[in-house]
């Protein structure tokens, strides 16, 4: 099984400029999330969806927009990009949001504003 | 103070030792435990899973909770080469009307040197 697979791995972008960041994930999980990881700031969650049809914002949601698209797909999108979201971003799945459901993330993609 | 404290390291260990990784917490609602192990350029994987006290053993690693002390520690036996990562300790509550709450440590950098 695949898990959670995040595209692109990587991407630069130039202040301003737009991007969406895909998720998808394939255990059946109701529960996605987006989370950034900065050097000394550890994991930050940016927004989830507790489950299909809802999104809520997280610790730290401005300049970001989400889209949960159906059941398995949960994208992040930045309108327009500025140095300060420079960063690796993260993408989560459990099983449903509470604290008997781990979370299970993809890989990463490694973005950076100029 | 902070809810989670990890201590970032890093920490390096020769190939054998034992290895002993902690996090305090303050927030006493607290009752699932996790730590997630994360390589290099990768997303975290869930390691060990505990709820409430006492001790977890799955292969080499022992997670342990002591909430009267809002302690926390992973035990890592005969250290590989192959366990150098960044270790996460997370831990979660599912409070009163729905509400719930996960939070993450920062993260200890481990080397293992053969």
Known sequence: ?114 | QKEVEQDPGPLSVPEGAIVSLNCTYSNSAFQYFMWYRQYSRKGPELLMYTYSSGNKEDGRFTAQVDKSSKYISLFIRDSQPSDSATYLCAMSANSGAGSYQLTFGKGTKLSVIP
Not at chain 1, 6 to 18: A, D, E, I, M, R
């Open chain 1, 1 to 114: 099984n695949a898990g959670v697979t995040q595209t692109p791995k990587f991407q630069v972008l130039k202040t301003g400029q737009s991007m969406t960041l895909q998720c998808a994930q394939d255990m059946n999980h109701n529960s996605m999330y987006w989370y950034r990881q900065d050097p000394g700031m550890g994991l930050r969650l940016i927004y989830y969806s507790a489950s299909e049809g809802t999104t809520d914002k997280g610790e730290v949601p401005n300049g970001y927009n989400v889209s949960r698209l159906n059941k398995r797909e949960f994208s992040l999108r930045l309108e327009s990009a500025a140095p300060s979201q420079t960063s690796v971003y993260f993408c989560a799945s459990s099983t449903v949001r509470d604290g008997n459901s781990p979370l299970h993330f993809g890989n990463g993609t490694r973005l950076t504003v100029t």
